[in-house]
């Protein structure tokens, strides 16, 4: 079982920033990927970004330029930096660890105001 505690979450106004973090209960070399998803009221949860365990990211291109995501292996972390917010990046953000099954954080909430 792995347990994840995401920080950073909050409001922020438009063209704001903010910082996720993702620490997860034991060593995040043994995750295959770990990212962040967000879910919107009445909206399905979409990927927003993943880093795999070589380094290599993914980023939805409704973020891209925006977004960044890093991992620090030293403190099984992974990092969503959210730059130029908008009033769309509103949701509930989730972080992902999969190894040989997929684990969730319990979200932090992300609202940016116009």
């Known amino acids: 079982q792995v347990q994840l505690v995401e920080s950073g979450g909050g409001l922020v106004q438009a063209g704001g920033s903010l910082r996720l973090s993702c620490t997860a209960s034991?060593?995040?070399?043994?995750?295959?990927?770990m990212g962040w998803h967000r879910q919107a009221p009445g909206k399905q949860r979409d990927l927003v970004a993943s880093?795999?365990?070589?380094?290599?990211?993914n980023i939805a291109d409704s973020v891209k330029g925006r977004f960044t995501i890093s991992r620090d292996n030293a403190k099984n972390t992974v990092y969503l930096q959210m730059n130029s917010l908008k009033p769309e990046d509103t949701a509930v953000y989730y972080c992902?660890?999969?190894?040989?099954?997929?684990?969730w954080g319990q979200g932090t909430q992300v609202t940016v105001s116009s």
């Open positions: 992902r660890y999969t190894d040989y099954r997929t684990y």
């Open positions: 034991r060593s995040i070399f043994s995750a295959n990927f």
């Open positions: 880093i795999s365990s070589s380094g290599s990211t």
